[in-house]
């Protein structure tokens, strides 16, 4: 896979979600969660992945700088590297009991940190172990 198609995938699966995230009839009440300062929107996705409108919202400008990271075709590598110590950031915060709720904002707990910790493992493989092609950095291949 091309290092840009990675920004697409990843833009428009995030997209998606977020998306997704905001439609009250895919969401299931979270009855034994957590309390948030923040609760608008919130419930879990599927009824696995707790959400709520900022985490929502933070899924969608994901997704946007994910798309137009591929539509300019440049800037995918500080994309995958930044989406990496993000996501990585907030798995090991959903682990630890007292910031599983982003201090009261965004659901970080349940099926999220697996979720967060893929998804970073994989951005960090495409941020710093692979190599670019010489159509990932705009050189034509004919050159």
């Keep these: 896979m091309r290092l840009r198609y990675f920004g697409l995938v990843v833009g428009i699966l995030f997209l998606l979600l977020g998306i997704l995230g905001l439609i009250p009839g895919l969401l299931s009440l979270p009855v034994s969660a957590p309390l948030l300062k923040f609760s608008m929107g919130y419930g879990y996705l599927f009824g696995l992945f707790p959400v709520n409108l900022l985490h929502n919202f933070i899924h969608i400008a994901i997704g946007v700088w994910g798309i137009i990271v591929y539509l300019r075709g440049a800037g995918t590598r500080l994309f995958a590297r930044s989406l990496a110590i993000f996501l990585g950031i907030m798995a090991v915060l959903g682990l630890i009991p007292v910031t599983k709720m982003l201090f009261g904002l965004a659901p970080l707990f ?29 050189v034509s291949a004919a050159v």
């Design 110 to 138: 349940s099926h999220d940190i697996w979720l967060h910790a893929l998804t970073a493992a994989i951005a960090a493989y495409f941020g710093w172990y692979r190599k670019p092609k010489a159509e990932d950095i705009g």
